[in-house]
C-alpha cells in the first residue's frame, strides 16, 4: 500500500498510569505507544532503544518487543490500529501474544507502506494532545468517532513522518530506499552497486542505513525483498521459483535458505500456514 491509502481503523486506545509488564511480547497488528511521562529501554528485534517523556513509538505487526522501564511515575497512551479499514469488521482488540505463543495465522495481512514497516522512536510533545483526544473518544464513543480517530491517527502518524523527514541525513536515507525499493527485483544489486550509485563507499552507507534504520543496507535489502515475498507466496498461487526471481534471488535454494533464516519456515511452509486467512 501507499501513503495515500492510509486509513487507520483503531481497535484499542487507553491512558495507563502503571509501570509496563516486562514480557517478551509481539503483536498482531500496529502500536502506537505515547510516554507522557516515564523512561526506559525498549528491545525489538534484539536491538536496544532508550527513550524518555514525551516519546511516540511505533511498532509494525508481527515485531518482537519488550520494554524495561526505571523506577519512576509512568503515564503512557497505548493504541492498536491497522493502518487500513479493510479489516474494521474484526472490531475487537487482536491483544499481544508473548514471543513462544504467537501465532502468524492471527496477523491480517496486508502490505505495509515502507515508512511503517520499522519501529520508529520520536520525542515529539506536540502529538499528546491529540493522541489524548483520540482515547477520549474511543472511550466515550460520540457520534462518529469512529472516524474522527482515525483522522486524528492518520494526521499523528503522518506527523511521525514529517519529523522522521526533518532529521540529519533523512533525504540520502529516503533516496537510497527509494533505490532499493524501485531495484529490489535485481539480483545483481547488492552494496557496491547501491554505493556506488550514490557515489558513496560501501561501509558508508551501511553504516548510514545501520545508524537511521536499525539495519544495515544488507538487512534492509533482504528485509524488503523477504517482505515483498510473503506478500506474494500469500496473495497468489506464483510457484516459489518465480517468487525469488520477482523479489531478487538469484536461485531458489538462496531464496529458501534465507527465508527460513528471517522466518523459520520455508516458502512453502509459510504459504501453507497463512493462505488460510485469505
Known amino acids: 500500500m501507499s501513503l495515500t491509502q492510509l486509513n487507520p481503523h483503531i481497535r484499542y486506545a487507553y491512558h495507563y ?38 516519546t511516540a513509538i511505533f511498532i509494525p505487526p508481527g515485531t518482537r ?12 497512551l497505548v493504541f492498536n490500529f491497522d ?4 479489516f474494521a469488521h474484526f472490531e475487537q482488540s487482536l491483544g499481544t501474544a508473548q514471543a513462544e505463543e504467537f501465532d502468524p495465522k492471527k496477523m491480517l495481512h496486508y502490505q505495509l507502506p515502507m515508512e511503517f514497516s520499522n519501529p520508529i522512536f520520536q520525542k515529539n510533545p506536540q502529538l499528546f494532545e491529540s493522541l489524548e483526544k483520540c482515547t477520549t473518544d474511543f472511550l466515550n464513543k460520540p457520534p462518529y468517532y469512529k472516524e474522527v480517530c482515525s483522522a486524528r491517527m492518520k494526521r499523528c502518524l503522518l506527523a511521525l513522518l514529517q519529523c522522521e523527514a526533518a532529521l540529519p541525513n533523512s533525504s540520502a536515507i529516503r533516496k537510497i530506499t527509494d533505490y532499493v525499493q524501485s531495484h529490489y527485483s535485481e539480483a545483481s544489486l547488492t ?15 551501511s553504516n548510514l542505513m545501520k545508524k537511521h534504520t536499525g539495519k544495515t543496507l544488507h538487512q534492509y535489502l533482504l528485509s524488503y525483498r523477504i517482505r515483498l515475498a510473503k506478500n506474494l507466496l500469500i496473495t497468489t498461487n506464483t510457484d516459489i521459483g518465480t517468487v525469488a526471481w520477482k523479489c531478487g534471488f538469484n536461485s531458489s535454494a538462496y531464496f529458501i535458505k534465507i527465508f527460513k533464516n528471517h522466518t523459520g519456515l520455508t516458502p512453502g511452509e509459510y504459504r501453507k500456514k497463512n493462505m488460510e486467512n485469505f
Open 17 to 54: 498510569k502503571l509501570p509496563i509488564i516486562s514480557l517478551d511480547s509481539r503483536c498482531y497488528d500496529c502500536r502506537l505507544f505515547f510516554f507522557k511521562k516515564g523512561r526506559g529501554r525498549l528491545m525489538v528485534e534484539g536491538k536496544e532503544y532508550h527513550f524518555s517523556s514525551e
Open 83 to 86: 493502518l487500513v479499514c479493510d
Open 191 to 205: 552494496n557496491e552497486t547501491i554505493a556506488a550509485h550514490f557515489h558513496y563507499h560501501p561501509y558508508y552507507i
Open 65 to 76: 518487543y519488550r520494554f524495561y522501564m526505571e523506577n519512576e511515575p509512568t503515564s503512557y
